[in-house]
C-alpha cells in the first residue's frame, strides 16, 4: 500500500492536494479540471510517482 499526493497546479500556484492511499490494484478515480496540470509524488520513496498509470477522458 502507497501514498500518492497528487498536487493541481494552474499557471501560477497549487490549487489543490489530495493525498491517495493505493490499495489492492483498484484504480482511484478523481475528477478532473480544466486548464491545470497534475503532479504526483510518492510519500513511500519521497519523489515523483514513478510507476503509475492515469488516463483523461473527454466528454
Known sequence: MNT??????NATQT???VAVVTKDGKPTI???M???NYE???MVI???AQ???YQTHQK
Open 4 to 9: 500518492i499526493m497528487i498536487k493541481t497546479n
Open 15 to 17: 490549487v489543490a492536494e
Open 30 to 32: 478523481i475528477q478532473a
Open 34 to 36: 480544466e486548464k491545470v
Open 40 to 42: 504526483f509524488h510518492d
Open 46 to 48: 519521497g519523489s515523483s
Open 51 to 53: 510507476s503509475y498509470y
